[in-house]
């Protein structure tokens, strides 16, 4: 494919060159750049323990509305983002309870849970209820709201956590979105390895703004 006599690829290496400074100072994704330009979205990526693995859906940007979404909460009834109309969200996007980071993370933002006011913060994985609650009942976390993708695998694409290649596939990647009161997303972290733990401190700055 030829565009004005130049082809793709060139096209791609020049908008990638432009878009590296300015994604330095304005934290523009220079793959969203390539999506504009040529109407394509590019599969993000992070990794397992150095492992590539694709992520599929359409990751949040800072200063857009947040998608609205549907989960399932710890009675088995639908959960949304409405319900927490005019209050600030914390979503701590996990792939299960049942990990060592996940856990750690949920832990960490139960603690930090008591000092946000108005602010609610939610727990979601692909973990059915069930074991969410299990996990929160005996670790006595009562600060956070578990909620379960397991019958509204949307949210994964809509959200852009939709892990799609490896043993982890079906679950969600490691990430942290801050939505204010109006629904704007005003942190957004796609945790690069899923065996890390997120930027508690950026999440919890963007809170303070």
């Known amino acids: 494919m030829l565009v004005g006599g130049a082809g793709v690829t060139g096209y791609a290496a020049a908008i990638l ?55 399932t909460g710890g009675e088995l009834e639908d959960v949304s983002l409405s319900d927490f109309a005019g209050r600030r969200k914390v979503l701590n996007i996990i792939p299960s309870v049942d990990t060592r980071t996940c856990a750690m993370s949920t832990r960490k933002f139960n603690e930090y849970a008591s000092g946000l006011d108005n602010t609610a913060v939610l727990i979601v994985s692909a973990d059915l209820p069930f074991a969410q609650s299990r996990f929160c009942g005996a670790e006595g976390l009562d600060r956070v709201v578990t909620l379960s993708c397991f019958r509204h695998s949307e949210f994964r694409e809509h959200y852009g956590v939709a892990l799609q290649s490896g043993v982890m596939a079906g679950l969600c990647a490691r990430a942290v979105i801050v939505i204010d009161e109006r629904d704007k997303v005003v942190h957004a972290e796609l945790v690069s390895e899923i065996k890390n733990e997120p930027d508690y401190d950026a999440a919890l700055d963007a809170l303070k703004a």
Do not use: C, K, W, Y
């Open 17 to 71: 060159s432009i878009a590296s400074p300015l994604n330095h100072s304005f934290r523009l994704n220079p793959f969203l750049l390539f999506e504009s330009f040529f109407g394509e979205t590019a599969m993000q990526s992070v990794t397992r323990g150095g492992v590539p693995v694709e992520v599929g859906g359409d990751f949040p940007v800072v200063g857009e509305t947040a998608p609205a979404f549907t989960l």
